[in-house]
């Protein structure tokens, strides 16, 4: 299916690698011109140059780091100024540190917001009014099936991404007339550096290895596995296209079956 977005210019943050660079890789593999961020500017310009040579598309790669607002306003400065505003935006940050409510200091939880939460409310503020003056705009934020199922030992993780979601759902319906989509895109449980620190961590707790806890994780998926960034990218795409411009306002799971709930 031609997604009909080739052209579109597209910022990825949080995107050195894992989800954020898999939808990075899904968008330029459509053609459209990509900006992705990580807060060292190094790593994230020689991903960007990977992800060129693999798709034949020119990607640019940023320094900025999402848990400060004054980087978050100089990457759009950047962005602007190298490929124009933004049309599809999909928002990321690395995920607050594990913990439980009784390991966890008062001051973490405005960190954690600050991370997970504000980098995306102003992302989107920033790039929402083009995409007003357009009447065409993809929003897509990264969470986690957290917000559907909350995951003991990420307290943090939990809460910030409840508020992003609460967010999320309720500009969905105000910037609907503007041909503006909003929506979650939920990981399950995918082989990413994130995934390694989470099962370091369990590992530690449980005395086990890592490579038994991410066995664990496999067996206990109804797919017998665990997913990769590119199957996540490739909904991100899909979230993105024109043909997904009645599809706003949703939290998508990308799981293998994992989570058991009905809705
Ligand atoms: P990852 O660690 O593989 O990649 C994170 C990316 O974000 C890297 O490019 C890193 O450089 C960048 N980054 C980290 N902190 C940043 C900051 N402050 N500013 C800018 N860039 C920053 O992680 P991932 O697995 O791709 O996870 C992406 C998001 O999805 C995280 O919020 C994570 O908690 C969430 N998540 C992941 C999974 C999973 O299975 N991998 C499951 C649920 C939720």
Redesign the pocket.
């Known amino acids: 299916m031609n997604l009909g977005i080739n052209g579109k210019i597209a910022l990825v ?10 939808c990075a890789e899904q968008l330029a593999a459509e053609e459209c011109r990509v900006a992705i ?4 500017s190094t ?2 310009k020689q ?1 960007a140059e990977e992800i060129s040579v693999k798709t034949g598309t020119e990607v640019l790669g940023f320094g ?4 400060k607002a004054e ?1 978050i306003g100089r990457l759009l400065e950047d962005v602007r100024q190298a490929l124009g505003e933004p049309e599809i935006l999909v928002t ?5 540190p594990p913990g439980t409510f009784a390991s966890t200091a008062l001051e973490e939880y405005e960190k954690a917001l600050n ?2 939460l504000m ?1 995306a409310v102003n992302l989107i503020r920033s790039v929402t009014p083009a995409m007003k003056t357009k009447g065409w705009g993809r929003i897509i934020a ?5 917000v559907k199922q909350p995951i003991d030992t990420l307290l943090l ?1 939990n809460m910030a991404r409840a508020g992003l979601t609460g967010f999320l759902k309720t500009i969905a319906t105000e910037l609907a007339p503007d041909g503006i989509t909003v929506n979650a895109l ?10 390694d ?1 989470l099962a370091q961590h369990r590992a530690d707790q449980e005395n086990k290895s890592p490579e038994e806890i991410i066995q664990e994780m496999m067996s206990a998926n109804p797919s017998n596995t ?2 990769d ?1 590119s199957d996540f990218g490739a909904a991100a795409a899909f979230l993105a296209s024109v043909q997904a411009r009645y599809i706003t306002g949703q939290n998508l799971l990308v799981d293998g079956g994992n989570y058991r709930g009905l809705i």
């Open positions: 943050t949080a995107a050195s690698r894992g989800l954020g660079r898999g961020c990580s807060r060292d790593t994230v991903a900025a780091d999402m848990s980087d990321n940050a690395g995920g607050p991370l997970t980098s990264i969470t986690s099936i957290s993780s939920l990981p399950g449980t995918h082989k990413t550096s994130r995934i620190q665990i997913g960034p």
